[in-house]
């Protein structure tokens, strides 16, 4: 591994912001003619022509400005350096590829780094149809950018009334009959639920207040490494897949086991 100063999490968030413009720029090139939809395997689980295509533009712009970290993404094979820096990027290109398929606006791509102790150091999610754009740095905070404002975010008033938890499903019909067993002691303590589908942005929402929390089982890295950054950042607990963080109520357990989570801080 190549001996290099502890990279500046601001400097990776600049590289993190540029690949995930790059990704939605793609995005928003959105063609009905264009899109070559495919199943990756389970019912449900989309790839259109745009997941590779905005995956290599965010994967040229990583290698270009940072060409001895090591990036992984949801489409492309692992591309790792002969003298890696330490540094890993974990990209998802389009989250939300069903969205995007049917021209639902929740959709982003989303570009996180990792050092080796596993620490998350700057993320971003780009949503080009809601012209918003969402970033963190590893202690600067979340911010967003939307129709020409900016905003610091501070998660969702933990007094409001009338709570919204944000939650997603799995493809799996054996899982999902699972989370729907378990969905009403879920609820417990919220007025009602919220499927975007799109993790990235669900974590996002807590983050901006649009949402009071989220519970999702099963999720992949590259679908919580940027949201759950920003939310974090947001001054929100977070507890993703495996971490010893996760602390969840049995109800949580039998509904979203292995689950990237966040509550608002008591």
């Given at each position: 591994?190549t ?5 500046d999490?601001?400097e ?25 939809v ?9 790839v ?5 295509e ?7 712009v ?11 993404g949801e489409?492309l094979?692992?591309s790792?350096?002969?003298?890696p ?19 639902i ?19 971003a ?23 020409g ?5 501070h998660?969702?008033d933990?007094?409001r009334?009338?709570?919204?938890l944000g ?5 799996e ?8 067993a378990?969905?009403?002691e ?15 942005l669900d ?8 949402l009071?929390a ?7 890295e ?23 963080q996760?602390r969840?109520?049995d109800a ?11 509550v608002?801080?008591?």
């Open positions: 591994m001996e290099a100063p502890a990279p999490p601001l990776l968030l600049d590289v993190a912001r540029q690949a995930a413009a790059a990704g939605a720029a793609v995005l928003a090139k959105r063609s009905e003619a264009g899109l070559h495919e199943n990756k395997g389970a019912s449900g689980d989309w259109t022509a745009y997941d590779t905005a995956e290599y533009a965010v994967r040229e990583i290698n270009r400005l940072r060409p001895f970290d090591t990036v992984t489409e094979e692992a790792v350096p002969e003298e820096s330490g540094i890993r990027w974990s990209v998802d290109p389009l989250d939300g590829t069903t969205n995007f398929i049917r021209n606006p929740f959709y982003a791509t989303s570009v996180a780094a990792v050092n080796a102790d596993g620490d998350w150091l700057a993320g999610v780009h949503a080009p149809a809601l012209v918003r754009v969402y970033w963190a740095a590893r202690g600067h905070g979340a911010w967003l950018a939307e129709h404002s900016l905003r610091r975010l998660g969702p933990p007094e009334t009338g709570k919204l939650t997603g499903f799995s493809y019909p054996e899982v999902r009959t699972e989370q729907y378990g969905l009403a879920l609820m417990e303590g919220y007025a009602d639920l919220r499927r975007l589908g799109s993790a990235a974590l996002c929402m807590v983050a901006d207040g649009t009071d989220y519970a999702e089982r099963g999720l992949n590259h679908d919580f490494a940027a949201g759950a950054l920003i939310a974090e950042e947001a001054g929100l607990t977070v507890g993703r897949p495996g971490s010893p996760r969840m109520g949580e357990r039998l509904a979203a086991v292995t689950t990237a989570w966040l608002p801080p008591s």
